[in-house]
């Protein structure tokens, strides 16, 4: 059932029905089990979308026909590594690195091969993948501005957001009509972007943010990570990538959650934590997924 709805037609009715059941969730759902099943759906096909990114440098360096996949590796866990020292000692340069590669990287996914575009294409992804981060933390501002608080120390004032949110509004509005031919394929957009605008503005951040995360961008990830890697996507490919993955995926969970039992975290932290644990495996894998898009899959 869930490889059957990652078929493009498909798919996109099952991410449509499953945000309208958030929208209709979020009006009646506490913040508790909002943020539960946020959670629950981050940890797994969120964390799950990103644990193949190894098997994927080497299927690159096949493609490629590098000699040494092992920088690649050293690379990779490098980056890891740099991404948590930036972040514990630069905070604030970490935050802002992570928000700018998570707008293109957002933006990229979200419309990898669903159009050719013509130009300005690297433009229209960042734009996109921002107006979705400044719409979320425009509409959950309280939260936002505490969480960059605590992790960077900066106060960021909602004029700021707000600033921000038209300018980038109008440059996405601009490029929509400028990249999209299709009237159709414009207004879907538009209904998507409202649906998404109404999950923002009633639910949590944290809900808000891995609605879009798990089902907009792990999703559609891990159907491209699939088929690019086992040459088709089907209940198969699927189980084998899955199978791929659980070593890495559990060693994710397993280093996340030890931080949180083993050290003394003050419980105002989590979140902030969280997000930077996403942010330091979220550098190489939008590093992997560039690469991965610019090498054609195999037919």
Same mark, same amino acid.
């Given at each position: 059932m869930?490889?059957?709805?990652?078929?493009?037609?498909?798919y996109?009715?099952?991410?449509?029905?499953?945000?309208?059941?958030?929208?209709?969730?979020?009006?009646? *759902?506490?913040?508790?089990?909002?943020?539960?099943?946020?959670?629950?759906?981050v940890?797994?096909?969120?964390?799950?979308?990103g644990?193949?990114?190894?098997k994927?440098?080497?299927?690159?360096s096949?493609?490629?026909?590098?000699?040494?996949?092992?920088?690649?590796?050293?690379?990779?866990?490098?980056?890891?590594?740099?991404?948590i020292l930036?972040?514990?000692?630069?905070? *604030?340069?970490?935050?802002?690195?992570?928000?700018?590669v998570?707008?293109?990287?957002?933006?990229?996914?979200?419309?990898?091969?669903?159009?050719?575009?013509?130009?300005?294409?690297?433009?229209?992804?960042?734009?996109?993948?921002?107006?979705i981060?400044?719409?979320l933390?425009?509409?959950?501002?309280?939260?936002?501005?505490?969480?960059?608080?605590?992790?960077?120390?900066?106060?960021?004032? %909602?004029?700021?957001?707000?600033?921000?949110?038209?300018?980038?509004?109008?440059?996405?509005?601009?490029?929509?009509f400028?990249q999209?031919?299709?009237?159709?394929?414009?207004?879907?957009?538009?209904?998507?972007? *409202?649906?998404?605008a109404?999950?923002?503005?009633?639910?949590?951040?944290?809900?808000?943010?891995?609605?879009y995360?798990?089902?907009?961008?792990?999703?559609?990830?891990?159907?491209?990570?699939?088929?690019?890697?086992? *040459?088709?996507?089907?209940?198969?490919?699927?189980?084998?990538?899955?199978?791929?993955?659980?070593?890495?995926?559990?060693?994710?969970?397993?280093?996340? %959650?030890?931080?949180?039992?083993?050290?003394?975290?003050?419980?105002?932290?989590?979140?902030?934590? %969280?997000?930077?644990?996403?942010?330091a495996?979220?550098?190489p894998?939008?590093?992997?997924?560039?690469?991965?898009?610019?090498?054609?899959s195999?037919?």
């Open positions: 869930l490889t059957t709805s990652f078929t493009k037609g498909k996109f009715s099952i991410s449509y029905l499953i945000t309208i059941i958030c929208v209709v969730f979020s009006f009646f *759902g506490s913040e508790f089990y909002q943020n539960v099943i946020a959670c629950v759906g940890l797994s096909f969120g964390i799950l979308h644990a193949n990114d190894l994927i440098i080497g299927k690159n096949a493609k490629s026909k590098s000699t040494n996949p092992l920088n690649y590796f050293v690379l990779y866990i490098g980056v890891v590594l740099l991404g930036i972040f514990y000692f630069i905070p *604030g340069i970490a935050l802002l690195a992570f928000v700018l998570s707008c293109y990287h957002f933006g990229e996914q979200h419309w990898e091969g669903r159009l050719k575009f013509r130009n300005w294409s690297v433009l229209f992804y960042f734009t996109y993948g921002a107006f981060f400044l719409m933390f425009g509409f959950q501002y309280k939260d936002t501005a505490e969480v960059i608080f605590q992790i960077a120390n900066v106060h960021l004032p %909602f004029s700021f957001f707000r600033a921000c949110f038209i300018l980038n509004s109008l440059a996405l509005l601009i490029q929509l400028i999209l031919d299709s009237k159709i394929t414009i207004g879907k957009e538009l209904f998507t972007l *409202g649906l998404l109404l999950l923002f503005f009633k639910g949590t951040l944290l809900f808000g943010f891995g609605l995360f798990v089902v907009w961008h792990s999703f559609p990830s891990l159907r491209s990570q699939v088929h690019y890697i086992y *040459g088709t996507f089907d209940k198969i490919s699927f189980v084998s990538y899955i199978k791929s993955a659980l070593l890495y995926w559990l060693m994710a969970l397993i280093g996340l %959650f030890s931080s949180y039992f083993f050290l003394d975290i003050a419980t105002e932290q989590y979140l902030p934590i %969280f997000f930077s644990f996403l942010a495996i979220t550098f894998h939008a590093v992997v997924m560039e690469r991965m898009f610019s090498i054609p195999v037919e």
